[in-house]
């Protein structure tokens, strides 16, 4: 899976610039469970931003 890196910089600043409202305590947990030994981080923030809308597929 392509990462955040994939994405185009102007696309990842706008979707930073909405995430504080879609971004939940609620969410973190289910960030962490995204990621681990097997995934990156970025993939899997990028997984949560494309299921909020924040970035397209």
Request: aromatic content about 2%; charged content about 30%; hydrophobic content about 35%.
């Amino acid at each position: 899976m392509a990462g955040l890196r994939a994405v185009p910089e102007e696309t990842r600043q706008a979707a930073r610039g909405r995430l504080g409202t879609v971004l939940t305590t609620a969410d973190l947990p289910g960030l962490n469970e995204r990621v681990d030994s097997r995934r990156l981080p970025e993939d899997g923030a990028r997984d949560y931003l494309v299921g909020k809308g924040l970035l397209p597929r």
